[in-house]
């Protein structure tokens, strides 16, 4: 449990009553119509703007983030809306609810991965990074753990996402260690596996939330804020073409009869 | 209730082992690196990249909401971190769950106003706005109702992010009749009342998103998806700063004071 | 908005060292082995102990509102559990937010729709139900809105946990006036529309909460709460026998062959 | 991921027109009255009616997780009812996420701790429960772990709840192994620290869980069903003595003092 303390205190902003004050700038002259969406996200999580060239970068990563077809959180944010249309706040909600271990949370493992086999001290030092990816692969293998942000369910032998990531950091300046270890990694894993295993676009998210630096507490992070962008969207098609309740009726009707009256 | 539908559909977007589309764009090379997260917001809601002066004034609006400080919003995601750490999304979900009618609600409930007052197809077509102002000003005063988007507690006798929002608006091309009309009412209701009542944020935006055309009903979303930016930064600052566990151990001591044994 | 308040109260219960008070009762001797859990929940609606007939009655109700197979909530508990087993919380959680205005707050129509056309002060007094009947079941009609609690996609011509609700209560002598009323707003709806138009369970539950006199705002929250428990027992099962992989994979499928690359 | 299924069925229940069936039972005449909300709870965990000695125990259990003041999750229960009064269902959703490891979790961790200690199969068997319990404690102090379930920042030198619940236990026959092994790990990690270290309510039900053979895993569900009864209680008292507001603009007023414009 945290210490009690005298008083609370936040730096990211107040208000009085002509001037709001974020992260050290003034909202109104400093900050509108000067960074984008992306930069503000960066912002919320550096305390400062991006460079032009980080600005490029982690807008690419939190974009790619944004969407991806019919996923589970899709699937609860209508179903979610279906039942209280008053409240799409609550069906975003209830749809980023699911973004945990299984999914977003890859992108976290990859990161947390890479920081505990090159700690950021020792990233651009002229590790050996080949002899890294073996033993890191070397002890998954041991421990019959798998590798974050390697193999793709749909996407093979590339996750297109990938090389374009990849190519975008290094377009920037954004490529080093991180980025050269979890490719190392992947060969490694691959060939000690004989499976084809591409990096994913969580594991490449991954590898570039290390190269910025972030603390891999918050990575998952990017991927909560950019799902609620790409949930807004899905509510919005629920509301011209709604699926929800096809998708319930259909559930409800296979149980009644795989599981109900005549079945048994 | 909808209709059952023999097939369902989305039109948002789709993958293959090698492609992955979204709004008709291939992800990988037409949006990764070209659009940056606000304009993919955009694009989630209008199925279409926006133009470059869009794009200011959208991320603008969209940047606006991410950050205001300790709200109710920012608490509880705080709060509800201290005791699920693990599940970072859950925090940001239940901070998103508080977003309804009372506070972002009044940026959905301004753009109703202008829609209802001046309807998409009569916009720019030379009405008499200043005749729709007083009469909406009129409408609300006999029904006892606040004018949406008019006033706030802290920014008097205006709220900063108003004329900046508006000044980008007009500097791109997007200060037409809703913006006016927003103004004149403010105007009206001001002169009607005699009280100071400035436009507020919610309302600026409120205007700005009829001059876009879009969607009342999904207005709100754009409060939500900046607010899970935001609500981000706040749990990082509370892994590096906790302020939840003081909130309540003083909420905690003060009711026991009360209300407690010593109280009655 | 609230007034700002020196000190903040709560009339819920405290604890000290060796002490936790609830309602009034000492939780450990008065409570805990007294009560069951539909009583507790009664508590912390009222403030005091039901009755044993009272104790029946809402027990009945609160068990009726728990479980109702795969209803959408229960597909977005167990679609949201799929990605973030960790946090089986936030799986309950995203199912109870769908629990709006459709489903769960036609039980909440039923009684404000009830409450209206015989407020608390006038029931048990002899009033024309009749005729308050036929006047509500018209002014819907007339307003073109249809009567909450009546009518049912599956259960017809009867609900069959109506007619069982209705019994319990008569058994404990909670069948008064509005019950009574329920009845003939059902008849006359039935005549005038010449539909069949069973009284739903949400129908019953909402007159029965009239009887116990439950404040109209809080009625949605006996759907809650029950739902939480249901939902608790399809996501164990989804642990066992996991359907939400199964429901989205056909979803995804679904969408690439009408909406994807061969489809246009 | 789970394999793929050609059906999806469910063991729960089913609907037709004139029945409906929950885990075998036909709800209206064999369920409803029959049993009461806590029992329901249980049929939904174990798929059977609890037996009168279960009932007594499991309703006691359930009852003491409902109410324990001004909580985390109530706090925000309170703040997002303030912003979203329309969505109570959003709001005891998003005090509801807040129940993971750090509060809720703890009874899960007890009852994992105690099946790890004496797996099932072995329990009721004569087992050496005074050497089990020292190697537990053994284990958890070599680990610099604390022992799930013991310790209390208010509650000492005992939780009064932990004895009233072992108690009612004792009188149903429901107090074997597990909870005399809790209380030999209680003495030893007592005298292994010297300090004071009740066992506290989830410790306590913890241990009864596995008297009753659950789930590990659905363990924190009974936590979570229980809350969310306790949360529409402090839903109600918002509404009448609203305490939101004045904890917001506490704390708003407190960070504009320390970390505003007149602060730097």
Redesign the interface.
Known sequence: ??K??D????????????????HGLD???E???H???????F???TGRKPTEQE??VF??I???L????????A??AR???????????????????????????SMEGASRMLYAALPPDQAGKGADLAAIAKQTVADHRAARQIVSGLGH????P?D??T???FQ?AADNGLSRDYIALMQLIQQEAESASGKVLPINATGAIGAICCEFGF?Q??I???????R???L??????E?R?????????R??E????????GSQ
């Not at 730096?11 to 974020?22: L, Y």
């Not at 073409?241 to 998708?247: D, G, R, V, Y």
């Open positions: 449990m945290p009690r303390k008083k609370i205190t936040s730096d990211i902003g107040w208000s009085t009553a002509d001037r709001i004050q974020v909202l109104p002259s900050i509108l119509g960074v984008n969406l992306g930069d503000m996200a912002m919320q999580v600005s490029v807008n690419a939190a974009v790619t944004v969407e991806h077809g019919i996923t589970p959180s699937m609860v179903l979610t809306y279906m039942g209280a249309p008053e409240s799409l706040q609550a069906a975003v909600a209830a749809g980023l609810c699911g973004l945990g271990s299984v999914f977003v949370g369910p749909v996407h093979k590339v297109p996402r090389p374009r990531l975008i603390p507490e918050i998952r992070g990017f991927g909560v804020m950019a609620a962008i790409g807004v969207g899905h509510i919005l098609e509301t073409n709604p699926i929800a309740f096809e998708l319930w009726q559930a409800e296979e149980i009644l009869e795989t599981s109900g009256p």
